[in-house]
Every structure is written in C-alpha cells, then in structure tokens.
C-alpha cells in the first residue's frame, strides 16, 4: 500500500528566504513521486517529479527535490521565496508500473505563504 | 493552446437535483480523471477512464456519474444521491503509459444551496 504524508499544514516564510516542504511517502514498489503547485480557485500544475534517474529533480520556478529513499523523504526546496510561490502544495506518489491508474495519492497538502 | 476545459466555474445546485460538470481536453490523451477536493484535504478520486467507453470508480463514486462516449470529452455527473456535493471539482488527463503524471483543469466549484 502506498501513502503520503506531509509534514507541515501550513508553513510561512519572509520573501528572500528559503522554503522547505517537507513530504515522507511509503510504497511497497519503486515509487514515482511528485510535487504540484495550486494556486486559489485555480487547477494543479506540477512543479516537478521523480522516476527513478536523478535523485536531485529541478522543477519549474527555481524549485527542486531530493529523493532520499533510506529516508523515505522527497523533500520540496527553494532557495529565495517570491511572493508568486505563495500557494498549495501536494506531494504526490505513484506506483511506478504501468497498470494502476487508480492508484495516484495525494497528499493533504502545504499552504506556503510568503511575507513581504 | 492545448489543455483541459471545464466549466462552469461555479455552479450552484438546490438539494435534490442533478448537475453535470464539462470537462474537455484537446491533449489526445487516453486517460481522464475526475477528483474531489475538499478544504484540507488532498484530492480524492471519483472516477476514471482510460479509453472511450470505458470507466472504473475510484475511491468515493457514490452519488457520481460518468460517460467517456469521445476521446476529448468526460462529463461528470453529481446526482442528488450524493449528500455532501459542496467541493472544488477537478479533472485531469493523462497519455498513454504516463498515468500518474497528470494534467489538470482549472476547476469547477459546486456549491449546494
């Protein structure tokens, strides 16, 4: 079974300062792993993903992950915080076959917000 | 531009009727999805199809209605069976073998009087 946990509801950083979203994900098979962005009101849109080749994933807007699979971590990074990255964040995970279309979990979810 | 329509935006529903919500995608993609998403909370899945005529129920199909009779389009239905419709409406789609990367609709917000 797979699940996904985010660690911080809600996490409020100044303008210029780095972001940390913290996301701990359990799989029985080699996961794929994502990060996506909501803005209010509006869809998802992914921000970056992982799947197996490079542990360190870049993303849109200056973000990036690292996978760290002794600690089951896929942590979400940003080194300067802009006001426009204030916004919902979901950590999602995957089993990585090809056959269970249903089985995408997403977690509950970060609220950035950004202070001038 | 290619993507994912829905509309309407908003939609207001009185208890005991039906409402459909669109979803269109000009992404030629095989798979489309339908979740819920509730304050707090992460999405939820409804339902999903991954070719025309064909559609399985996700986590909480009750009270929900789908049809996948074109490639492009995948119409949600929200029945008056459904007793706590009130939520942010999402669609997605995915192509073929890339099911878990999504692209999603900018969202309809159904909202029960």
């Known amino acids: 079974a797979q699940s996904v946990t985010q660690l911080d509801s809600h996490v409020s950083v100044s303008e210029g300062t780095p972001v940390l979203l913290r996301c701990n994900y359990s799989s029985s098979y080699s996961p794929s792993l994502f990060w996506y962005v909501q803005h209010p009101n509006k869809g998802l849109q992914l921000l970056l993903k992982y799947t197996s080749a490079a542990t360190l994933v870049k993303g849109i807007n200056g973000f990036e992950a690292e996978f760290k699979k002794s600690e089951t971590s896929f942590h979400l990074t940003k080194p300067s915080a802009h006001m426009s990255d204030a916004a919902e964040y979901f950590c999602?995970?995957?089993?990585?076959?090809?056959?269970?279309?249903?089985?995408?979990?997403f977690g509950p979810g970060t609220s950035l917000s950004v202070i001038p | 531009d290619g993507g994912i329509t829905q509309s309407p935006k908003y939609l207001f529903r009185k208890e005991g009727q039906n409402v459909t919500l669109s979803c269109e995608q000009n992404l030629n993609h095989d798979a489309m999805y339908w979740y819920r998403q509730d304050p707090g909370q992460g999405l939820r899945l409804i339902y999903y199809s991954q070719i025309v005529n064909d559609f399985q129920k996700g986590d909480i199909a009750e009270g929900y209605s789908v049809s996948r009779e074109k490639k492009e389009s995948f119409p949600l239905t929200v029945t008056s069976a459904q007793k706590n419709p009130t939520a942010f409406y999402l669609c997605?789609?995915?192509?073929?073998?890339?099911?878990?990367?999504?692209?999603f609709g900018p969202g309809t917000r159904l909202t029960v009087l």
């Open positions: 999602v995970v995957s089993d990585s076959r090809e056959t269970s279309y249903d089985k995408v979990i």
């Open positions: 997605a789609s995915s192509p073929l073998g890339s099911y878990n990367e999504q692209f």
